[in-house]
T-cell receptor, first 113, second 119 residues
Framework: SQQGEEDPQALSIQEGENATMNCSYK?????LQWYRQNSGRGLVHLIL?????REKHSGRLRVTLDTSKKSSSLLITASRAADTASYFC?????????????FGKGTKLSVKP | GAVVSQHPSWVICKSGTSVKIECRSL??????MFWYRQFPKQSLMLMAT?????????EQGVEKDKFLINHASLTLSTLTVTSAHPEDSSFYIC???????????????FGPGTRLLVL
């Protein structure tokens, strides 16, 4: 079954608001990564958090990881219309082949100006 | 950051023909390349993993004789969809990573994708 499941499936907010997306997974992992995909385009790597890390920041992005709950969250602060995209979490399974990522279904974020 | 390109960006072909998609890492040596397919409004599904100079490893349910993968160099991998049928219509995305270390390690850099439509 699919490793990552994002929640919510769709999120619509106003520019300037914060957006929070959650991801749950089922097995032990080496790391968890968040990607962004604009409609009909490839994926852009946003941030990687390792299994021994709890929180990571990159610009307006904040990622948390709770391995006891097997969940992660992506927070985008002060959102902009340009943040409109689909966001996917992907996990590299512990003991699996390096780089073998399993993607969640994604959260479609819409930021209205 | 690392750049991965794909060619073509879109292709329309007749049923029964073969289509080749190229994936290139432009500014780093990719020891491993991955091929995914994505149906509309769905997530990416890994099809296969290819390491330079060796045979690709296919995921369960992916026909290796139908989706031929060649990773002949550290900067190029190709996916050939043989005898394409309408159900093969999808968005195919490659990614590349390097186990040699540096910023590419553990991170996959994705190409822009190739949209295939089989009539």
């Amino acid at each position: 079954s699919q490793q990552g499941e994002e929640d919510p499936q769709a999120l619509s907010i106003q520019e300037g608001e914060n957006a929070t997306m959650n991801c749950s997974y089922k097995t032990s992992i080496n790391n968890l990564q968040w990607y962004r995909q604009n409609s009909g385009r490839g994926l852009v790597h946003l941030i990687l958090i390792r299994s021994n890390e709890r929180e990571k920041h990159s610009g307006r992005l904040r990622v948390t990881l709770d391995t006891s709950k097997k969940s992660s969250s992506l927070l985008i602060t002060a959102s902009r219309a340009a943040d409109t995209a689909s966001y996917f979490c992907a996990t590299e399974r512990y003991g699996g082949s390096q780089g073998n990522l399993i993607f969640g279904k994604g959260t479609k974020l819409s930021v209205k100006p | 950051g690392a750049v991965v390109s794909q060619h073509p960006s879109w292709v329309i072909c007749k049923s029964g023909t073969s289509v080749k998609i190229e994936c290139r890492s432009l500014d780093f040596q990719a020891t491993t390349m991955f091929w995914y397919r994505q149906f509309p409004k769905q997530s990416l599904m890994l099809m296969a993993t290819s390491n330079e100079g060796s045979k690709a490893t296919y995921e369960q349910g992916v026909e290796k004789d139908k989706f031929l993968i060649n990773h002949a160099s550290l900067t190029l991998s190709t996916l050939t969809v043989t005898s394409a049928h309408p159900e093969d219509s999808s968005f195919y995305i490659c990614s590349a990573s390097s186990l040699a270390g540096g910023p590419q390690k553990e991170t996959q850099y994705f190409g822009p994708g190739t949209r295939l439509l089989v009539l």
